[in-house]
């Protein structure tokens, strides 16, 4: 990465199919189908509804709120609140992902770390750091690029492995 926008953007260079399967990496984790598995198994299938429904927001997003930022070029959602509010409510937003965002990527080191225990018996701890910095070292080096990458990987591992088990679950039943 050269400047901030190749950066931020991946220099704006990749397909829309490649941007919207990183989306889809981003948002289901390999956690997914284990949870949702695990908990229509233990509560039935109407337990799982409220993983399954994200589906009926995706046209407000994608009529209502995905037209908006994008025709006003914003680049984060603190900087549309600050357009839509003020400076402060920006502030505020900032503030508010940044703490939804450390308990988030702290509970996914915590869970890679105690899989690293139970795999390999390396402290939780010292695993989850490790990976922490590996990561902070290969997004520097390489931006939104390295996140695209990682995630098109991602996605393609996604769509093996839940064919993989909607097909073994056919074939079980």
């Known amino acids: 990465t050269k400047t901030t926008k ?3 953007f991946g220099g704006q260079r990749f397909a829309w199919w490649l941007v919207a399967m990183s989306c889809v990496a981003t948002l289901v984790g390999s956690y997914s189908f284990i949870n949702y598995s695990e908990v229509g198994f233990n509560f ?3 337990s ?3 993983y399954t429904n994200e ?3 995706l046209p407000f997003f994608l009529i209502g709120w995905l037209p908006i930022i994008y025709f006003s070029g914003v680049v984060s959602i603190p900087e549309y ?7 402060r409510t920006r502030f505020l937003v900032l503030i508010l992902l940044l703490i939804y965002l450390e308990g ?3 509970i996914n080191l ?3 770390g105690v899989a690293m225990k139970g795999l390999f018996g390396w402290n939780v701890i010292l695993s989850a750091s490790v990976i922490a910095v590996l ?3 290969y997004l520097h080096a390489g931006g939104q690029t390295s996140v695209i990458m990682t995630d098109l990987l991602q996605g393609f591992l996604l769509l093996g492995a839940g064919l993989t088990v909607f097909f073994l679950g056919i074939r079980e039943l």
């Open 44 to 46: 039935g299938m109407a």
């Open 81 to 87: 609140f600050e357009r839509r509010f003020d400076r």
């Open 104 to 106: 988030y990527i702290g």
């Open 6 to 8: 190749d950066f931020f």
């Open 110 to 112: 915590l869970t890679i």
């Open 48 to 50: 799982i509804t409220n």
């Open 135 to 137: 990561s902070a070292l």
């Open 55 to 57: 589906w009926t927001v």
